[in-house]
């Protein structure tokens, strides 16, 4: 008795101990709220439905599916994999883990027409910034726009944790605005087709690539011939 009455009185004068816990998800599912707000599992933690090869049918034996994540485990036999459907404008939530000197990519607006998934679609590129040999960091949307210099370090900004370690990628495109993000920091905005963005891609090596970012839509694509990493909560918002 002594003890029930003890309860609610805590409860009458500290409301949130009576409160339920926010609802999280288990990984690689959605949240009640989350399907109610349009998020899409790209990724069920079991098997590769959904994806495939670019320009194939099915997934080569490369890319495997290992306690609950999606796994680029032979670089040699895997290749890039892309969504069966298309997005426009979305919002990406993704969780990575890259092997030591590892190098992968998340590549948008993908279309059938190139001869690879980067000779249409723009890459966040993903790497072991500590020991990766490409001078293009993670995060930075690759040979075209990189964040500001850190004022506490002196160097550009760096969110990624290191190799081995999961990190959190946070990609919005709109043709408002394009968003990337790593563990919760922004890194930059840029809007697709803007002036600003068409100067950066002529003086890249994109600017003989007639297909580039020319389309508004398409898959998106997990880049896999460059090193092993694994993948898992991979959910798309379309907007």
Known sequence: ???????????????SFCLAAPEEAKPNTLTDKEKSAGWKLLFDGKSLDGWHNFKKTDVRPGWVVKDGTLVCADPHDAGDIVTTEQFGAFELDLDYNISEGGNSGIIFHVTDEGGAVWATGPEFQLEDNAKA???????WLYALYQPEVDAKTGK?????????????VRLVVSPE????????VKY??????????????????????????KSGKGYLALQGDHGSISFRNIKVRPL
Not at 133 to 139: I, N, V
């Open 1 to 15: 008795m002594k003890t029930t009455l003890l309860l609610l009185l805590t409860c009458a004068f500290v409301p």
């Open 133 to 139: 040999a490409d001078p293009q960091r993670c995060g």
């Open 156 to 168: 550009i900004l760096d969110a990624t944790k290191s190799a081995g370690e999961w990190n959190h």
């Open 177 to 184: 605005k394009c968003l990337h993000e790593i563990n919760g």
């Open 188 to 213: 930059f905005e840029y809007v697709m087709g803007s002036e600003d963005f068409k100067k950066r891609v002529a003086a890249s090596k994109f600017g003989s690539m007639p297909l580039f970012a």
